[in-house]
C-alpha cells in the first residue's frame, strides 16, 4: 500500500518516495518482498502515482511489480480491494505499508509460516503506548484473536490494550478475496477498513493468528520528517554493526553513514563522520581518515585516504590502487584512476586522468582528461587547460617527466618521457623526451634598482 499522502511530511514529495539510507521508502518494502520468492509484487498507487510508478520502474530489482491505482484513497480494505484483480486464488497475499521500511525478511517468513497457506496470520506488537493504532482484541489475555478495533472506534477499555496492529498480515488470497467483498465504512472514519477482516474471519469459525514480535523498528511507520530521522538512526546502527561484526573498525558507529553498498576487506579502519554512497569497496588494510564522503569507488588494498577527501565516481567509477595516499582536502571525479602507490594531496581535483604507479601530485592541482605515467611528479599550483570553450582535449605525460610549479598544459599536448617543464610555464606545443622546457617570461634584473619613495605631505 502506497497510496497515501503523507500529510505531516509537509513535502512536495510522495512519502514512499521520501529516502532512507539514500533509497526510497518504498524500494526498501519491496526489496525485502523480493527475498520472500513472491511471485510478485503489486504496488497500490494513489497520491503522486505518477512519480511512485516513475521511481521504481527505473531500478533494478528481482521481483516482477505491478501497479494499480487507488482514486480516490477510501482506506486500507479499499486499497487491498483495486489488487485483488491481479492476485490469484491459489496463492497468499502478503499486505505490506510503503512507508514502513526496516522490517526483516526472517519476520516476514515466520509470519508466512504461520500463515501456511491456510490462516490469517497477523503481525502484532506490544506498545507502551499505543494511542493512535489498532487494537488486537482477544477472548482473552493470551486467547484467540477475535478482532481489530481502530482507535478512533475504540471503547475506553479497548484502548487500555497494548497489543498493536502493524500494518501487516498474511492472508489466503482466496479468503481474503471473500472477505474483501464484506467491507462496508460503518465506522468512526468513514473508510473501508482492511482490519474488519478478522471479524468476518471469526464469524466464519477461521483462526486468526497473531506473531508478536519485540522489536518496534521493524513495523515503525514513517509519518514526519522526525521519525524519518530516528528510522535513519535506527537503519544506519543496524548497518554499522553489520559492518563491525564482519571486523571492519569503525571508529564510532553512530558517525557512519551508508547510502548504499559498502564492501570491506579485512583490517578496514574507518575514522568518524564519513559517508560513501552508491558502490563502494575497500580492499584489504584501507584506512578512510574523518569527515570523507566516498561514492561509487573501489579503493585497493592498503590505500589511505586521509581526513576531507571527496570522491565521487559517478557513472564512470573511481579507482584507487593499491597503497596509494589521497588527501586531506583531495577531490576525485569520475574516471580518476590513479595507481599502485600514487599520491594525491590537499587541494588537488583529478577528472577523467589516469595516474601510473608512483605518480605524485601533493598540492594545489587540477589534472583533466590527462594520461599521467608512472613516477611523473606534477608541480604545485600546475594544472592540465583541457577545455576550450568548446571542446576537452587529452594531455598526455609520459614517465619520469617532473612538472614545475604553476605550470599551464594547454591540451592537446604531450610532454615525453623524462622531461622537465621548468616552473611557472605555459606549454602549447609538444615537449620533447628528455627536455628542459621553459615557456615564460625571462628574468630581468635592474641593477642598483631605487624604489620609490612616498612623497612629503601626502
Ligand atoms: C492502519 C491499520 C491499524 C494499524 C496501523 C499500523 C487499518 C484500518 N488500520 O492504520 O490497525 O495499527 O495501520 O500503522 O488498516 N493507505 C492506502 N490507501 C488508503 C489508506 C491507506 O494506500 O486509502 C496506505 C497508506 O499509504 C499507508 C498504509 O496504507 O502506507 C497505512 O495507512 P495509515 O493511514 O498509515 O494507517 P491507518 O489506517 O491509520
Ligand atoms: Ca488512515
Known sequence: MAAGKGTRMKSALPKVLHRLGGRALLAHVIDCAAQLSARQAVVITGHGAEQVEAALSG???????????????????HAVQQAMPRLTDDGVTLVLSGDVPLTEASTLQALLALCGGRQLALLTLALPDPSGYGRIVRAAPGG??????????????????KEIYSGIMAVPT???????????KQNAQGEYYLTDIVKFAVA?????????????AQVAGVNSPVQLAELERVYQLRRAHALMEAGTRLADPARLDLRGRLDCGRDVEIDVNCI??????????????????????RIAAGAVIHPFTHIDGEKLGVEVGEGALVGPFARLRPGA???????????????????????????????????????????????????????????????????????????????????TVGGGSTLTKNAPAGALSVARGKQVSIANWTRPVKKSGN
Open 59 to 77: 531500478s533494478a530489482l528481482s521481483l516482477a511489480l505491478q501497479f494499480v491505482r487507488q482514486e480516490p484513497q477510501l482506506g486500507t480494505g
Open 144 to 161: 484467540g484473536v477475535r478482532s481489530i478495533v481502530e482507535h478512533k472506534d475504540a471503547s475506553e477499555a479497548e484502548r487500555q490494550i
Open 174 to 184: 482466496r479468503l481474503l478475496r471473500a472477505w474483501l467483498g464484506r467491507l462496508d
Open 204 to 216: 466464519d469459525g477461521l483462526a486468526v493468528a497473531a506473531h508478536q514480535i519485540s522489536d518496534a
Open 276 to 297: 560513501f554512497e552508491g558502490d563502494v569497496s575497500l580492499g584489504d588494510g584501507v584506512r578512510v581518515g574523518a569527515n570523507c564522503v566516498i561514492a561509487n569507488a
Open 337 to 419: 584512476r590513479l595507481g599502485a602507490e600514487v599520491h594525491i594531496g590537499n587541494f588537488v581535483e583529478v577528472k577523467n586522468a589516469s595516474l601510473a604507479k608512483g605518480a605524485k601530485a601533493n598540492h594545489l592541482a587540477y589534472l583533466g582528461d590527462a594520461t599521467v605515467g608512472e613516477r611523473v611528479n606534477f608541480g604545485a599550483g600546475s594544472i592540465t587547460a583541457n577545455y576550450d570553450g568548446a571542446n576537452k582535449h587529452r594531455t598526455v605525460i609520459e614517465a619520469d617527466v617532473h612538472v614545475g610549479s604553476n605550470c599551464v598544459l594547454v591540451a592537446p599536448i604531450t610532454l615525453g618521457a623524462g622531461g
